[in-house]
C-alpha cells in the first residue's frame, strides 16, 4: 500500500494565490521529500525535509513536517501558471537490509494543481 | 544532479509481446529504480537495480516478468515481457543522488499494449 496519502486530490486556483497541499504517511520516515510531475513527464525533485525538522523553505516552497501527526504540508506561494502539475510526497527506506547508503521512495497518490491565468 | 534519458518514449505493442526499454544515465550512479505509474495514478517501484548484483523487486513484482539488466553505472534495462493490456503504464527509471535520498527521474516511456 501506498505510505503517503495527499490531499486535496485535486485544487484549482487562480495565478497570484498560494497553494496548500498535505501529506499523511503511516511509518516512521528518515526524510520526506515533496516532487513535481508535469503532465505525461518524469518527475522533479523539489525539496528533502529532514525527520529532525520542522520547516524547510526554498524560493516560493515552503514545507512543513509533523512527525507526531505523521503529515507534511506543502506551500506555494504566489503560485504561476507553470505551477501547474501532479505533486507528490514520498517517504524513503532503506534499500535491502544489509544498510548502506541507499534509499527507495514510497509515493503518495498525488494532488493535481491546475493554476489559472 | 544527474541527467536522464530513456528509450523509447513511447511504443503501441501487441498483446504477449516484449519490450526492453533503455535507461541511460550521464554520470555514474550507483542505485538506478525503475516504478510504473498507471494512468492517472501514483508511482509504484518495481525493482531496484544495483550494478553488478541482482535486481530486487518489490512485492507483486516477479523477475520472469519484468527482468532487469544493470550492466554498468550508468546504464539499466527493463524488458516487459509477455505483455498484456494491463501492463498499460508509464515505466519511469530514476537514479539516487549523491546523498542517496533524491532521485532524478527519466521522462518515461508511455506503453500501450494492444
Known amino acids: 500500500s501506498q505510505q503517503g496519502e495527499e490531499d486535496p486530490q485535486a485544487l484549482s486556483i487562480q495565478e497570484g494565490e498560494n497553494a496548500t497541499m498535505n501529506c499523511s504517511y503511516k511509518?516512521?520516515?528518515?526524510?520526506l521529500q515533496w516532487y513535481r510531475q508535469n503532465s505525461g513527464r518524469g518527475l522533479v525533485h523539489l525539496i528533502l525535509i529532514r525527520s529532525n525538522e520542522r520547516e524547510k523553505h526554498s524560493g516560493r516552497l515552503r514545507v512543513t513536517l509533523d512527525t507526531s501527526k505523521k503529515s507534511s504540508s506543502l506551500l506555494i506561494t504566489a503560485s504561476r501558471a507553470a505551477d501547474t502539475a501532479s505533486y507528490f510526497c514520498?517517504?524513503?527506506?532503506?534499500?535491502?537490509?544489509?544498510?548502506?547508503?541507499?534509499?527507495?521512495?514510497?509515493f503518495g497518490k498525488g494532488t493535481l494543481l491546475t493554476v489559472n491565468p | 544532479s544527474a541527467v536522464i534519458s530513456q528509450k523509447p518514449s513511447r511504443d503501441i505493442c501487441q498483446r504477449g509481446t516484449s519490450l526492453t526499454i533503455q535507461c541511460q544515465v550521464d554520470s555514474q550512479v550507483t542505485m538506478m529504480f525503475w516504478y510504473r505509474q498507471q494512468p492517472g495514478q501514483s508511482l509504484t517501484l518495481i525493482a531496484t537495480a544495483n550494478q553488478g548484483s541482482e535486481a530486487t523487486y518489490e512485492s507483486g513484482f516477479v523477475i520472469d516478468k519484468f527482468p532487469i539488466s544493470r550492466p554498468n553505472l550508468t546504464f539499466s534495462t527493463l524488458t516487459v515481457s509477455n505483455m498484456s493490456p494491463e501492463d498499460s503504464s508509464i515505466y519511469l527509471c530514476?537514479?539516487?543522488?549523491?546523498?542517496?535520498?533524491?532521485?532524478?527521474f527519466g521522462p518515461g516511456t508511455r506503453l500501450t499494449v494492444t
Open positions: 530514476s537514479a539516487s543522488g549523491t546523498s542517496g535520498y533524491e532521485q532524478y
Open positions: 514520498a517517504t524513503d527506506g532503506r534499500v535491502g537490509d544489509s544498510g548502506g547508503s541507499n534509499y527507495k521512495l514510497t
Open positions: 511509518t516512521s520516515i528518515n526524510n
